[in-house]
């Protein structure tokens, strides 16, 4: 059964980090491009990060950049998005997503269901 399932979300105080795992069962991490998208209310959905295949190419909104770094384990299948100095700007829905093809910015193959990120004091 393919399933991306996040954790890891939760309340932080600005200038927090926290750590969100993504475990991907049923895929081969190498097959799939990798992605962390972002919701937030009343907004569109943005692209956060993304590694294409064998991480090849990596991709981090500028709005991110420096801050948050993404990585994956091909052991546990699991991928992780790192989150340093967060901001109440990163308030959102955060979500992992997995394609066949490469990093781009519409709609990938597969997405989890989301884990709640809020930055607030």
């Known amino acids: 059964q393919l399933q991306l399932v996040e954790s890891g979300g939760g309340l932080v105080q600005p200038g927090g980090s926290l750590r969100l795992s993504c475990l991907a069962s049923g895929f081969t991490l190498d097959d799939y491009a990798i992605g962390w998208f972002r919701q937030a209310p009343g907004k569109e959905r943005e692209a956060v990060s993304c590694?294409?295949?064998?991480?090849?190419?990596?991709y981090y909104a500028d709005s991110v950049k420096g801050r948050f770094t993404a990585s994956r384990d091909n052991t546990s299948n699991t991928v992780y998005l790192q989150m340093n100095r967060l901001k109440p700007e990163d308030t959102a829905v955060y979500y992992c997503?997995?394609?066949?093809?490469?990093?781009?910015?519409?709609?990938?193959?597969?997405y989890g269901q989301g884990t709640q990120v809020t930055v607030s004091s």
């Open positions: 590694f294409s295949k064998r991480n090849t190419i990596t």
């Open positions: 997503a997995l394609d066949e093809g490469m990093c781009h910015g519409g709609l990938f193959d597969y």
